[in-house]
């Protein structure tokens, strides 16, 4: 039952992987919430911390999640779910289960792309933004972001006007609209396709929650394009999950004296492939999806 899951997605001092872990070990998270102290012990890698945790059995706050889903529209996927796709729960650390408003599609049949750069984007790097996710849309690509200022939000605008059916992960539950301004930005999306978090509704944003939630879309990706980042930008913490992951790496490439541009070319020097058009990412998929 969803209850019983929400219950451990959101019981605290549990890691992620400690999730996963007592769901290999008790086949579901009602089982773990009947074990005993003695049985959760024997899970590989709790600790007794991890396992005192699980001696919360309140269910009050799973209930109010559930109810809240219900009355925003929202689905819960679960990592066991046979919509759940395989190519993220492949991934070193899957999310344990999703919140999903809209429509989302077969992930593992399709060609999704990641777009991703900085929020403080130039002119350039919005304007290659929104022609790669427009160009990518055309060519039977699923664009996925993270609905960010910047290179995210243009790649995403352009995947909608390309008729695309865009993927958005949130760092936030998905009754929180942020930035604030992307309110319309997330509604084309949830009609045309589909927004995912990992965070129950409510939940407001936090630094923290970005760098995590990056890892969902480099998993959900066959390849992720970095349109504009600098050296230390949250973009190239999403290329480098990428190459974790065993997915492709490509970059846009910028004048080589432009701060914005710096991360990218770094890529591109240590053996990224270079996009300077839709093109060069659709062909590297083609034998792989000879339908789109």
Same mark, same amino acid.
């Given at each position: ?130 022609? &790669? %996710?427009? #160009? $990518? ?9 993270? !609905?960010?200022?910047? =290179?995210? @939000? +243009? ?14 992960? &949130? %760092?936030? #539950? $998905? ?9 319309? !930005?997330?509604?084309? =999306?949830? @009609? +045309? ?33 970095? =349109?504009? @980042? ?63």
């Amino acid at each position: 039952m969803l209850k019983y899951w929400i219950w451990m997605a959101e019981l605290p001092g549990l890691t992620n992987q400690a999730r996963l872990a007592l769901l290999r070990h008790f086949g579901t998270p009602e089982n773990a919430y009947y074990a005993d102290a003695g049985e959760i012990l024997l899970t590989e890698g709790i600790t007794k911390k991890q396992a005192e945790a699980l001696e919360e059995k309140n269910l009050a706050a799973a209930g109010k999640i559930l109810s809240d889903c219900r009355r925003l529209g929202l689905r819960i996927l679960t990592f066991q779910d046979a919509e759940y796709p395989n190519r993220l729960r492949n991934i070193y650390d899957p999310p344990f289960l999703m919140y999903v408003r809209g429509h989302l599609p077969p992930v593992d049949e399709e060609p999704v792309i990641a777009v991703v750069g900085t929020r403080k984007c130039t002119p350039y790097g919005e304007n290659c933004g929104e022609k &790669l %996710g427009y #160009g $990518l849309a055309r060519g039977g690509a699923i664009v996925v972001s993270g !609905l960010a200022r910047g =290179v995210d @939000a +243009a790649a995403t605008r352009g995947a909608l006007r390309g008729g695309g059916v865009p993927i958005g992960v &949130l %760092g936030c #539950g $998905l009754d929180v609209v942020y930035p604030p301004e992307h309110r319309y !930005l997330y509604e084309d =999306v949830a @009609a +045309a396709g589909a927004l995912l978090s990992e965070y129950p509704p409510g939940t407001e944003p936090d630094k923290s929650h970005f760098p995590v939630r990056n890892r969902i879309m480099a998993g959900l990706a066959v390849g992720t394009v970095v =349109v504009e @980042a600098p050296l230390h930008s949250g973009a190239l913490i999403t290329g480098n999950t990428a190459l974790e992951q065993g997915r492709d790496l490509f970059a846009v490439p910028g004048p080589i004296d432009a701060p914005a541009s710096a991360g990218c070319n770094r890529i591109l020097r240590d053996g990224g492939i270079i996009v300077t058009e839709p093109r060069d990412v659709l062909s590297w998929y083609a034998a792989r999806f000879p339908d789109k």
